[in-house]
């Protein structure tokens, strides 16, 4: 099992960036799709995540509204369109798959390498 997370760089605050997480070895629709964040010196954040049979997407307080998921199970790939982007949204982003339903915590069961997203002017 595969997830490549892709689509980070830099961007001035304000910003959009689309970044794509493409599964391999798993069927995308039986999995939660999570996205996680990490700052220098933070613990791993969750941000967003869309569950597989409901059909439903959950984002957490410090991005809703600016970024939006999405998937396209033809292509098993997972979209995260980050709009509005801030500074302190500046992390290394992952996207992970769970074969359970969507989780906060760090606790599925595959995870990518993570995209770095840098929000700077």
């Known amino acids: 099992v595969q997830l490549q997370a892709s689509g980070g760089g830099l961007v001035q605050p304000g910003g959009s960036l689309r970044l794509s997480c493409v599964a391999s070895?798993?069927?995308?629709?039986?999995?939660?799709i999570g996205w996680f964040r990490q700052a220098p010196g933070n613990e791993r954040e969750w941000i967003s995540c869309?569950?597989?049979?409901?059909?439903?997407?959950y984002y957490a307080g410090s991005v809703q509204g600016r970024f939006f998921l999405s998937r396209d199970n033809t292509k098993n790939t997972v979209f995260l369109q980050m709009n509005g982007l801030k500074p302190e949204d500046t992390a290394v982003y992952y996207c992970?798959?769970?074969?359970?339903?969507?989780?906060?915590?760090?606790?599925?069961?595959?995870w990518g390498r993570g995209t770095l997203v840098t929000v700077s002017s």
């Open positions: 869309t569950s597989g049979s409901e059909g439903v997407t």
């Open positions: 070895g798993i069927s995308l629709p039986g999995y939660a």
């Open positions: 992970a798959a769970n074969l359970m339903t969507c989780s906060q915590t760090p606790t599925y069961d595959y």
